[in-house]
């Protein structure tokens, strides 16, 4: 699933590509699905990857930031604090912390 979203997020960096993804409702809808239901602490990487493509979505004339505000906000940007107060707790393992690093 990483190798998919890091395909796709240095695809979302073409604008053409960028247009043509972020006029897709199921691009929008798989975001949320995502973020809503994926382990933090375990998928940080993923969670990156995923934070960077839809940012990349969002940049430009494309229907997705109008897709995004028609969600209700408070469960969106729930998400995002969880995902960012994450990048605050203490981890022991390198790997983990240099997976934080990234996320943050």
């Known amino acids: 699933m990483h190798l998919i979203l890091e395909i796709l997020e240095a695809g979302s960096m073409n604008e053409a590509v960028r ?4 006029e897709r409702k199921k691009i929008k809808d798989l ?13 940080r990487r993923l969670l990156s990857s995923l934070i960077q493509f839809v940012s ?17 906000p408070s469960d ?5 604090t969880l995902v960012l ?5 203490q981890e022991q393992d390198k790997q983990k912390n240099s ?3 990234v996320l943050k």
């Open 19 to 22: 247009l043509h993804l972020s």
């Open 31 to 43: 975001f949320l699905v995502v973020i809503k239901s994926v382990n933090i602490k375990e998928n």
């Open 56 to 72: 990349n979505l969002c940049y430009g004339t494309g229907k997705f930031r109008t897709m995004l505000r028609s969600e209700n």
């Open 76 to 80: 969106f940007f729930g998400n995002l």
């Open 85 to 89: 107060h994450s990048t605050s707790d």
């Open 99 to 101: 997976d934080r690093i």
